[in-house]
């Protein structure tokens, strides 16, 4: 019996049309897993060499230690910071991607890739410090390109990278050159954590752990970097209204899901879209060509062009089971490989697109920079030719879908802001939060995780929290399903927000011209966007000039599963932030580590890691922080 496990009604509806086609749902799969590995939930078995696997008893009747000798400590502690690596590498790899199309086009130009938005560019460009006087455009990008990619090839250890003292309060800057954690090389900080994990190296769990911060950090400036030069390139998002769920899929379209990361390429997809539409309607589907997002590149376009999103990680291959995707194509990270058998059952293409990315049963279209506008076009044709063997009675599209106010970046909301105040933008949110009108601010990010209910502990953690007055800021497959339980409508406000955070909303969203509220959950962008909440952050701790780890701030991940997201997590207790995640950590066979993540780096960064599976107790223990924050500040509780 193949089923759902989700709150997201559209999944109830697809799980049926799963079992007629004798394929598992993400659930069934999970179900077959059970019961998972106890050793692995506890974080004590070590695979790191072939002595092994070890694995330490929890109950102190078998090994307390590894062949090596290793203790629980330092096998969870090298299973943490090797995560946390990992998701380093990623988001690196991928604001690497962005850096160096971006200097390509400055240098060579390619055909495909504009400097969108020059103004960003130039804020950036001064804020690396670059004399932007009789230069070009173009030579702008290559220095901005230059400086962003020497934070990935600096072998100077004295020298921090750039892109961390450019985005960061002074302050806490200062805490954590003391602890040592500021990387200077990104890909260094990477391959550190890879040697001293490797068999016979760092044994000392704290040693261990702070070079998984450090890793965090390089996560965190791959991170910043990304999302400033994509900005760049791209456009910076300005608030759009679009729509979000399955229902956005039509039966009279082409439907194209873009899934993945990169904007590198979902942006000539959806640009070649608009092209080829008229191909589209010459095949026989009269509204031309659908495209439609899923998970992290979903919310780039989502935020940038409006483009509706069709879901979050999750339910990525049930959105194959509508039988209305003509093709899926993706590129980077958090793609599910099951997409290729959901794909096979239909007519679905499933389009991989990247050398360092591909699925076995899905086609493989390479993509580059430099012949993006060929490689657009010919996946937008194989997308086209699917609709063609689409089977219309095969075709179930959910009708769930919400309307999603987005494109909230640090500039949109700034620029809102400057319409109630035109000299000291800031001032009315800091006002706010002096005030108690806003108590503080929450942002979640993070995946979805098969071990809870699909979106569930997002939208407790939220409504709880939006009730007490709290500030909410969204990234990733969080904004998701915020976005696709209608959290981010002005109706929403009226629902959930307490009623003097419902006064700030509608004071600024009116005097921005919406007639109302802005939405109480502001959607800032994919996962590396979660840098444009820290630019946020940072703006009010440097107007406050205090440490990031004075603010009222909180983070939480309710239902993470990635590295990426371990990695993000880290990198916000490092800055300062008391951090949720709702899905039981693999480290709670070693007491050591626990306490180091849960209480020690309180006292060495201001923030620490709370986890709790239950959201209801996450949002009061959030609250309780902000609260303590708040006296810290000699504010009102
Ligand atoms: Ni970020 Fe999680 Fe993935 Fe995006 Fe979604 S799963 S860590 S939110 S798509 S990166
Ligand atoms: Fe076992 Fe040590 Fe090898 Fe890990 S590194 S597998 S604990 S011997």
């Known amino acids: 019996m193949s089923h759902s496990n989700s709150i997201d009604k559209s999944m109830a509806i697809l799980a049926p049309i799963a079992e007629q086609n004798g394929i598992d749902t993400p659930w069934d799969r999970y179900e077959k897993m059970l019961p998972q590995c106890g050793f692995g939930e506890l974080g004590v078995c070590c695979r790191i060499c072939w002595k092994g696997p070890c694995r330490i008893d929890p109950f102190g009747n078998g090994p307390d230690r590894g062949i090596c000798g290793a203790t629980a400590e330092v096998i969870v502690a090298r299973n943490l910071i090797r995560m946390q690596a990992a998701g380093a590498a990623a988001h690196s790899e991928h604001g690497r991607h962005i850096a160096l199309a971006m200097k390509h086009l400055g240098e060579k130009g390619l055909d495909a890739y504009a400097i969108k938005d020059e103004a960003k560019l130039k804020g950036v460009a001064e804020r690396l410090g670059i004399e932007a006087e009789g230069k070009t455009t173009l030579e702008l990008a290559v220095e901005v390109a230059d400086i962003s990619l020497n934070d990935f090839m600096n072998q100077d250890h004295h020298k921090e990278c750039t892109w961390l003292s450019k985005s960061l309060p002074p302050v806490t800057i200062e805490r954590l050159r003391k602890a040592g954690v500021l990387p200077h090389n990104i890909d260094a900080a990477v391959a550190n954590v890879m040697a001293r994990t490797h068999v016979g190296c760092d044994s000392d769990h704290v040693n261990l ?89 979903g919310n780039e376009v989502m935020m940038r062009r ?146 809870i209910k699909q979106d569930h502990a997002y939208m407790t953690v939220v409504k709880e929290l939006l009730a007490r007055n709290v500030l909410v800021l969204a990234t990733g497959c969080g904004a998701g399903a915020f976005a696709k339980h209608g959290m981010m409508t002005q109706e929403a406000t009226e629902e959930f927000a307490g009623e003097s955070l419902k006064g700030v909303l509608t004071a600024v969203g009116t005097a921005a011209g919406l007639e109302g509220p802005l939405p109480p959950v502001m959607h800032m962008g994919s996962c590396v966007d979660n840098s444009r909440a820290v630019m946020l952050a940072s703006a009010l701790a440097k107007a406050l000039d205090k440490d990031l780890s004075e603010l009222p701030v909180v983070a939480s991940a309710p239902e993470l599963m990635s590295e990426k997201a371990v990695a993000i997590g880290s990198w916000a207790v490092a800055l300062g932030f008391p951090t949720h995640v709702g899905i039981m950590p693999q480290i709670t066979g070693a007491p050591g580590v626990v306490e180091v993540l849960t ?21 009061e223990t959030l609250y309780d922080a902000i609260l303590e924050r708040r006296k810290g500040l000699g504010l009102s509780v």
């Open 209 to 297: 752990l702070l070079a998984g911060i450090r890793a965090a950090m390089a996560d965190y400036t791959g991170m910043v970097l990304a999302t400033e030069l994509s900005d760049s390139m791209f456009g910076t998002p300005k608030p759009v209204i679009t729509k979000a769920n399955l229902g956005v899929l039509k039966e009279d379209a082409v439907n194209i899901a873009l899934h993945g990361h990169n904007p590198l390429l979902s942006e000539v997809i959806c640009d070649m879209a608009m092209l080829l539409n008229d191909e589209a309607i010459a095949a026989g589907a009269s509204a031309g060509i659908n495209v439609v997002g899923i998970c992290c590149t």
């Open 306 to 451: 409006g483009v509706p999103l069709a879901t979050n990680y999750l339910s990525q291959d049930m959105a194959i089971l509508t039988g209305a995707i003509d093709g899926m194509v993706v590129d980077v990270q958090c793609i599910m490989p099951s997409i290729a058998t959901f794909g096979s059952c239909f007519h679905t293409e499933v389009i991989t697109t990247m050398p360092d990315n591909k699925i076995t049963g899905a086609r493989h279209v390479e993509f580059s920079e430099k012949d993006a506008l060929d490689r657009a076009r010919e996946i937008v044709r194989i997308c086209i030719d699917a609709y063609r063997k689409r089977d219309p009675h095969r075709v179930n599209i959910p009708q769930q879908k919400e309307t999603a106010i987005v494109g909230f970046s640090t500039e949109a909301i700034v620029e809102a802001l400057s319409l109630v105040n035109a000299e000291d933008p800031l001032k009315p949110l800091i006002d706010a939060i002096v005030s108690g009108d806003i108590k503080g601010v929450a942002l979640f990010a993070g995946c979805n995780n098969v071990k």
């Open 599 to 619: 209480k020690t780096a309180k006292d060495i960064f201001g923030g620490y890691f709370i986890p709790e599976t239950d959201p209801v107790k996450a949002a």
